[in-house]
């Protein structure tokens, strides 16, 4: 039973019966009232014993179907490489007129001398000092010539350092202590 209160009287309390799954009382008395099955180890490992089998004979199975997979598409490959072997030879068997334009003959012997000047991967000493010349100079163009939005500007090559020492105070007092801040 289940005590439940009222909120506009709660000194009163309702009682309310929970509700159960009404269980059947003979189905429960004939389940255990029946033995167990009974199973033998011959029967429970033969059972086993075929599973396994069966596990094996589907993994045989897939290893098949992989196999044949993998040789179709080395069978593939093998044909892909023997018509672009051939292409390649078409191409090289081609006939060549003795007699050819002097603009493709020239054309020809450019494109053979720009092959030739490749440049190497691996760079010799004389390369980094080329190099760090070539960085130098383009240094002094940046710190001469500077772009800041679209006004480009330039330093000027007349005033070199930092203006001296006593020239800065003097326009500094002179700014400070002019007569129209009225200080004394």
Known sequence: MKIKFDDNEPQAPILEKIKQPIV????????????????????????????????????KQQNEINKEKRRNQDLYNKQQQSLKSQK?????????PDVLPEDIINSASTTSIKQDKIKPKHLKLDDFEDRKQIKLQKLK????????????????????????????????????????????
């Open 88 to 96: 390649k030879q078409e191409v090289d068997d081609l006939v060549i």
């Open 141 to 184: 163009n940046l710190k001469s010539e500077v772009k800041k939005g679209p006004v480009h500007v330039v330093v000027s090559e007349r005033i070199k350092g930092v203006p001296k020492s006593e020239k800065v105070i003097a326009s500094r007092d002179k700014w400070l202590k002019r007569k129209a801040l009225g200080r004394k």
């Open 24 to 59: 059947n009382d003979r189905d429960s008395e004939s389940d255990s009232d029946e033995a167990p099955e009974e199973e033998s180890n011959t029967a429970s490992k033969s059972k086993i014993l075929k599973e396994q089998q069966k596990l094996k004979q589907l993994e």
